[in-house]
Each structure stands twice: as structure tokens, then as C-alpha cells.
């Protein structure tokens, strides 16, 4: 006899308490199954994790050590920045005609590029 058919010849009642019955084994095996995978997930993302804390630690002190080396090298550039503005205006004070004689034939040097 075909199974199509002893669910057909069944009464109604007794169809859908197989059919709760197979949805209910559906759902019990589907339960495990991603139970088993969340597991496996979670296994996985922990032995990547492990994997991937040291390197994210050597970079942090990288980028930790890199940043202090730009602070200093900013700081630097920021002193010898005054440095030459007040040798800059010394000059200016010393020698006020030269500074503007330089000043003009920067000023038509410029503008002959330009054109």
C-alpha cells in the first residue's frame, strides 16, 4: 500500500497528529543540528581569536610606539619652525632694505613663472 494512500484512508485528526508528529522530529533534529553548529562556531571564533590576540598586541604596541615617534618628531618640527621664524625676523630687523630687495625679486620670479 502507498504511504500517500494510508494518509488519505485516515481520518482528519489522526493526519494532523502525524503530521505534528513529523514536524515536531523535523524540528527536534534541526534543533540539534544547529545546536552542534553553533558550537562549532563558537569553537572556531575561539581558536581564531587565540590566534589573532598576539598579533593584534604586537600591532597595538607598533602603532603605540610609531605614534610617540611622530609626537616627538612634530614637536621637533615645531621648535625648528620658531627657530627659523625668529632667525627670519632678525634678519629682517638687521638688514630691513636687503629684506625687501629679496622680497621684490622673489615676488618677479614668481610672477615670470606664472605666466
Known amino acids: 500500500m502507498n504511504p500517500n494512500e494510508n494518509t488519505l484512508n485516515m481520518n482528519p485528526n489522526a493526519a494532523a497528529d502525524n503530521a505534528h508528529q513529523g514536524i515536531d522530529q523535523a524540528a527536534n533534529k534541526a534543533e540539534t543540528v544547529v545546536d552542534r553548529m553553533a558550537q562549532n562556531a563558537h569553537a572556531a571564533v575561539d581558536k581564531v581569536a587565540a590566534k589573532v590576540a598576539p598579533a593584534m598586541d604586537q600591532v597595538k604596541s607598533s602603532a603605540a610606539g610609531a605614534n610617540e615617534a611622530l609626537r616627538a618628531k612634530a614637536e621637533?618640527?615645531?621648535?625648528?619652525?620658531?627657530e627659523w621664524t625668529e632667525c627670519c625676523r632678525d634678519y629682517i630687523r638687521e638688514r630691513p632694505l636687503t629684506a625687501i630687495g629679496i622680497a621684490v625679486?622673489?615676488?618677479?620670479?614668481?610672477?615670470?613663472?606664472?605666466?
Do not use: P, V
Open 76 to 82: 621637533e618640527l615645531g621648535e625648528m619652525q620658531s
Open 105 to 115: 625679486l622673489a615676488g618677479m620670479l614668481l610672477s615670470r613663472w606664472g605666466r
